[in-house]
């Protein structure tokens, strides 16, 4: 019986690795979002909504490039609230560089909420490197 | 150690050897579907003809949330037959539990050849992690 | 050879924390087409730019399928010389042998310059599971 008991913590051990394994995945996401229409915008946030509530401790990233970056423009984002807000809550909204330089953008406009990569696309083929999931938003 | 450096090459060629020399692999995909467009749902059935045609043993999962639901619904799907044909060849449709409560689609209407997930992105997420290949469905 | 074996997960180990280190990573790129929509098509051109300027060693691969075969269609693409001139510098283009059937695609008008697979979605999903990352084109 003390054998056992002495075994007990390793056990317990053993069974807590094999929990954290089903239940509670560490998820890392990296999300693509190019369109500029604004219903795609706000059903991003939804899904954001969701995704927040059923794996509360997630890493995401929003890539915002090509139209998409309109998202994160306070001139023209109809969900600039939500983005703070999300980002208060530790998901980060990227702005690509790239699309700034060639649609003109005025960078003083871009979200004070948002970070930025030089190029949208090769940031999210070095996050799937580095074995976060991909997702593509939009229809 | 030198000698494991220099035979290490070797060593991972047999390995891609093997690789390479298995031609019917096991595929595992999982397939995002976000339009409620009818001409991307007749698409859709299009490719999973093909899929299915080129590698009759994969595993195949359709996750359908947002519109997407739509395609799983008795009420206005226009491919439900399809639907129910491809699920008895061992293709699973998952229809988004969060979309369903957001759009309050009556749970009763959807095809009964449908699993559930509780939000369609994470479970992509989690397909990811465990090494399935992701597929955007869609223009 | 048997203790070699033991030691190789070590090695990789060892290769793989290397690799991490190195900023110039490898980047190998699965891109799919899949909308006829020209602006896509231009769009995508000025990606392949940015993305060639960012990461010029990467290796890439652009599967069109679908109405997405328009773009390497002689007779309608009007990005034809842009592919040829990507296509000059490594990037390579893939055009669906199932589409070409189901489409009645004229095979002759299919630029030079492409390649051919017999499956466009099977082929991404291969390059997935060779640890190739996926990039869906389009908004």
Redesign the interface.
């Known amino acids: 019986m003390k054998k056992l008991l002495l075994l007990l913590p390793l056990l317990l051990a053993l069974v807590s690795v094999g929990n954290a394994q089903s239940e509670a995945?560490h998820?890392r996401?990296v999300m693509?979002l190019?369109?500029?229409?604004t219903l795609v915008h706000k059903?991003l946030m939804?899904?954001l909504r969701?995704?927040k509530?059923?794996?509360p401790d997630m890493e995401l990233e929003v890539v915002c490039h090509?139209?998409g970056m309109d998202m994160l423009m306070s001139d023209r984002s109809i969900v600039a609230d939500k983005v703070k807000e999300f980002n208060d809550k530790g998901i980060h909204f990227l702005a690509c560089e790239?699309t700034i330089k060639?649609r003109k953008l005025d960078r003083a406009q871009v979200l004070p909420s948002a970070g930025f990569v030089?190029?949208g696309?090769?940031h999210?083929?070095?996050r799937?490197?580095d074995g976060w999931?991909?997702?593509?938003a939009?229809?």
């Open positions: 995945r998820h996401i693509q190019v369109s500029g229409d059903g939804r899904q969701n995704m509530e059923a794996a090509g139209p790239n060639e030089n190029a696309i090769i999210i083929v070095e799937q490197e999931s991909y997702i593509k939009g229809l």
